[in-house]
């Protein structure tokens, strides 16, 4: 069931330890509804920056639109970056430039640097004095952006990650579809079943299975089999990936590459990406949240839908949410508040849903047919909402993106480990009797200490840049 051997796993935990290690250490924990206000007494212009495809800017164009109609007077400036990566360091360097856009839309695993720094002007103030109801919205999503005791952003959607699936290869290859309670063995199963030689070329056209090897992908396969990333999810000061129900679940993940080759290899994962894989009918099953329905609806050529994630010896899925920011420096608060209050209320999630870019974190909203409608692809979109209780979030730390970039990098090369172009290090370098070798306290220190100097000057750099702009 799980043939990756042992040694590889060690190669991988040896390599990721003391880096992961030395970024909690330097990090430090981040610890009815009413619509928006009305027409403004006086006219106001805000930009919005949020990052997307085309579709997805196509959304939030609308949800723009559609509050300057109902506000006269009040302007949104769009500022659509693309890519996520883009859109942080657009951020980063607009925080520090003391111009940072009014309102912007940021990930919780992202999210953490700017609650540090103390550059958001937390919504929770704001939402009690409008009358906003907290518990409208699902806890999960807002207890992700969380800080302090005080709520930062408001979280426009509560998705999670699950099976999109080709329901026509299905269908056609006779596989049971995917289903609630499904067990890795019957996913793996039909991802072996759906890689296909079509041409008979001795290479698959169609692959069974698209995931990233990235820390996202994986969390949620070790927790299924009862194990952990950290040791403390709320103030995380050590990995614990070499635990037993951990290193299962590692080893499982890799497999799928590594010795079963359902997913693509690493030279065709570069040539065209997973979203594109499945669009253009080369993949049974991809992994993702609710984000890539806006594009998945302009598929003409088949029929697809959603699924949860197998099940190991327990159900878990990981949070997926953004959250709309206010930054400290707004010039004009009240204006930028307005529309936070609308997009993320009733009438701007509706909106939102209908166009399939968000699972509602309004649970009225959520549970409505803007969400729901089994007649808009994907027709089983109740799923998102029955994996609700078994969704768990990644860590808030300041430094999360770099523990992330760390592991990612580890995962890809033992991912595609038995791809021709990749070579894992001798086993022999990394194990020790009992598991992975600890690094040594001098060299774990020193990195530590290198990081937290890193990190505690950006934090600086961003409040010092707030601090001037008010």
């Not at 928006?36 to 196509?58: C, K, L, N, V």
């Not at 856009?101 to 958001?120: D, I, K, M, T, W």
Request: hydrophobic share 45%.
């Amino acid at each position: 069931m799980i043939p990756f051997d042992r040694s590889s796993i060690m190669v991988f935990l040896r390599r990721l330890a003391p880096l992961l290690l030395a970024l909690l250490v330097a990090c430090g924990g981040v610890s009815g509804v009413s619509n928006s206000t009305g027409a403004p007494a006086t006219p106001s212009h805000i930009r919005f920056q949020f990052f997307g495809d085309a579709e997805e800017r196509a959304v939030y164009d609308q949800v723009a639109q559609a509050y300057m109609a109902s506000h006269p007077g009040r302007t949104v400036e769009l500022v659509n970056i693309p890519s996520q990566g883009d859109h942080m360091t657009k951020l980063s360097a607009a925080f520090a430039a003391g111009d940072p856009p009014e309102v912007f839309l940021v990930n919780y695993r992202r999210y953490g640097q700017f609650a540090r720094s103390g550059v958001l002007e937390p919504v929770g103030p704001l939402m009690a004095r409008s009358g906003v109801d907290e518990s409208q919205y699902y806890q999960v999503a807002l207890d992700a952006f969380r800080s302090n005791g005080q709520l930062q952003c408001l979280p426009q959607n509560i998705s999670s990650l699950v099976v999109y699936y080709n329901k026509d290869l299905f269908t056609k290859y006779h596989v049971p579809l995917p289903k609630a309670g499904w067990t890795w063995k019957e996913f793996l199963d039909a991802a072996q079943r759906l890689t296909l030689d079509t041409n008979r070329d001795n290479q698959p056209d169609i692959y069974g299975l698209g995931v990233e090897p990235e820390l996202i992908r994986l969390a949620p396969f070790i927790w299924q089999n009862g194990g952990d990333l950290v040791d403390d999810p709320t103030r995380p000061t050590d990995f614990t990936m070499a635990a037993p129900g951990t290193d299962e679940a590692i080893r499982f993940f890799l497999s799928l590459r590594a010795n079963y080759g359902v997913v693509p290899t690493e030279a065709e994962a570069k040539a065209a990406d997973n979203e594109t894989r499945f669009r253009n009918g080369m993949l049974a099953m991809v992994l993702n949240s609710r984000r890539v329905v806006p594009n998945f609806r302009t598929i003409t050529t088949f029929t697809w839908d959603v699924a949860p994630l197998p099940m190991g010896k327990t159900a878990a899925t990981v949070l997926h949410s953004d959250a709309y920011c206010i930054a400290g420096a707004a010039k004009d608060k009240a204006a930028a508040w307005d529309f936070v209050q609308y997009a993320a209320g009733p009438e701007g999630q509706r909106r939102a849903a209908e166009l399939g870019r968000i699972v509602p974190s309004l649970k009225a909203v959520a549970e409505s047919p803007a969400f729901r409608d089994p007649s808009r692809a994907p027709a089983s979109s109740q799923v998102f909402l029955d994996v609700i209780p078994t969704i768990r979030a990644l860590p808030i730390v300041s430094t999360w993106p770099a523990i992330e970039n760390a592991v990612n990098e580890e995962l890809e090369i033992a991912f595609y480990a038995n791809d021709e172009a990749n070579e894992v290090p001798g086993a022999s370098e990394l194990e020790s009797e009992g598991g992975v070798r600890p690094l040594a306290p001098a060299a774990k220190a020193m990195i530590a200490e290198a990081l937290r100097k890193s990190d505690a000057a950006a934090d600086e750099a961003l409040h010092k840049a707030n601090t001037a702009a008010n």
